[in-house]
Every structure is written in C-alpha cells, then in structure tokens.
C-alpha cells in the first residue's frame, strides 16, 4: 500500500504504537488520518499535533454501534476508507486468578473489537474493491505473554482471525495485516515493569525495546510490501519456527528465562 492520498483510521491512536501510526500515515502522504481513542482528550493532542489532516474522535472500541457510527462517518466525510488499523489494546497481568471482568475485557478489546471493526468496514471496501486492514495484534500471539493469561489467550485469537480474513478476502481486494511487535517502549510495558510484574520483566530481557517510532517504519514497510506477518523484532520469527518444531523444548526454554528473573 502507497499511503499517499490515502484515507486512514486508527484506533487506540491517543498514544504509544496508535500515535507514533498516526503521524507516520501523515508523513507519507495521506489524505486523512482518523485519530480514534477511548481518551477524547489524547486523540484530540495527538491530531492537533499532526495537523489538517486528522481528525480526533473519541471512541470506545468495545461499542459495535460506536465502530459502526465511526465507519458510516468517516465514508460519508470522506468517501471511503483505504486503511482501518484496529490498534487498541489491554493488558491484565495476571494469570487464571484475573477475574472475569478482566478476562472480558481483554476479549472485548483485543478481539471482539477487531471483529466489529471488519464488519462495519468490509462493505465500503468489498464494493470498492479493495482496501488493508492492519491489526495489532503482538508477538504475544504468535509465541506467548509470560504472566499474563488473557493477554496470551487473546491476541493468539487475534492473529487466527486476522489470518481467517486474509484468507477470505485477499482474492476480493483486501489486504490484511497483522502487526506483532514484541517489547515496545510505551506505558504498557513501562507500567508493567515499574509495578514488577514478571511478563515485563521477561519481555524487556527477550530482545531489544523498540519505540513506537520504530515499529511504524516497520508497519509501513510490511504495507508496502502487502506481508501479513509484520514482526517489527525479527528475531521473533526464529522464535516463532523454534516453537513450531520443539514445543517442549520451547517452553523449557521460557520457563528457564522465568527461574532467571524470578527472586
């Protein structure tokens, strides 16, 4: 995908990787970015900060009616929409024990939020014939989030439906994308580390901590190149073939990696 021109909308886009996609799809060229965010007032600071182009909307991914309205307003404001990036995302920390409010959410927003945001844009693309869906979906789910069950549980979800559309859609003009950074510099991971928690622990000793800036160079070049695995660290698809040939020695591995960082 060439960005230039383009009509774009980003969800979660009111920091870290959504922001950092934001002003990128400015840099080369698009038409019009849509800065969505559950936080009204850092989608606001993240469009003023790209300038015309974007346009900040408040947006609870969680909402099926909120995505749907979402869509219908920005084709009607627009005409169309090239680039849907279903970026939102959450953590919970935990293990079996986070309850089932935790466990909902982390299924509403990191899954069901993907859903919602293909049903409603699908139509517009698929009478167009074409358009990209980018999903972030995390290393997490194509290897495993050490600490946090949910997490793991439901980006795997994630990368699996992604998949299951690239392989419905691509021969009717859709690209799908799947965008699986593994330690990326934002409050996520800075949050988790400050508070102990050993899945941050074990992603900030597994390979470098990228900025968000990064991963956007490396969200850009996966575009371009229309792949559907995007792995802003590339060591993440050795990981991810080491895992597919020898799972117990993978998991050995990890649970080596966790006796290591555990008091």
Not at 67 to 76: I, N, P
Not at 218 to 236: D, K, N
């Amino acid at each position: 995908m060439n960005l230039t021109d383009r009509i774009v909308v980003v969800t979660g886009a009111g920091g870290g990787i959504g922001a950092a996609l934001s002003r990128r799809f400015a840099a080369e060229g698009a038409a019009a970015i849509v800065v969505a965010d559950l936080n009204a007032e850092a989608a606001d600071a993240v469009a003023e900060s790209i300038g015309p182009v974007a346009h900040a909307i408040a947006l609870d991914v969680t909402d099926e009616e909120q995505v749907r309205a979402l869509v219908a307003d920005t084709e009607e404001r627009y005409g169309r929409i090239d680039l849907f990036c279903a970026n939102a995302g959450v953590t919970t920390g935990g293990g079996v024990e986070v309850d089932d409010t935790g466990w909902d959410r982390a299924w509403r927003v990191n899954v069901l939020a993907h859903v919602y945001s293909a049903r409603a844009v699908l139509p517009g693309m698929l009478a167009r014939g074409g358009g990209h869906l980018l999903h972030t979906c995390s290393a997490a789910g194509v290897l495993t989030a050490v600490g946090d069950a949910a997490y793991t549980a439901t980006k795997h979800a994630s990368v699996g439906f992604a998949e299951w559309l690239a392989i419905t859609y691509r021969d009717r003009g859709i690209r799908v994308s799947a965008l699986c950074p593994q330690g990326v510099d934002t409050p996520m991971l800075a949050d988790g580390i400050a508070e102990g928690h050993l899945g941050a622990r074990v992603v900030a000793a597994s390979g470098a901590v990228l900025t968000p800036d990064q991963v956007a160079d490396a969200a850009i070049a996966g575009l371009a190149e229309e792949r559907f695995l995007i792995l802003p660290h590339p060591e993440v698809a050795d990981y991810a073939r080491r895992r597919a040939e020898d799972p117990d020695g993978w998991q050995a591995g990890m649970r080596k990696l966790i006796r290591r960082l555990t008091p």
